[in-house]
């Protein structure tokens, strides 16, 4: 037990490949396509296509510190870290 736990804490200090970080803001991403995709969002649902990757990090990192209110929204992105909301918006702003 303390060897596996050895080496699970020896790999984690091994930093995260770029194509993974990639992968894991794809994973988010699909989820928040799931009600802002185009043409399915509800009319007070904004298409995050049309928004560039500095509109949604903006307004990720608002909702997560309450500087922007809404029902749902501050929920989800508390979930996430500051570099994961990066991160996925940076993916959403090239897709």
Known sequence: MRRLRGIVCALALFPVPAAQADLSAQAIAMNCLNCHASGQ???RLP???RLSAA???QALLAFKYDRRTATLMPRLVKAYSDAELVAVAA???RH
């Open 41 to 43: 969002a509800a009319s």
């Open 47 to 49: 298409e995050l296509g």
């Open 91 to 93: 993916y959403l702003g």
């Open 55 to 57: 509109e949604l990090e």
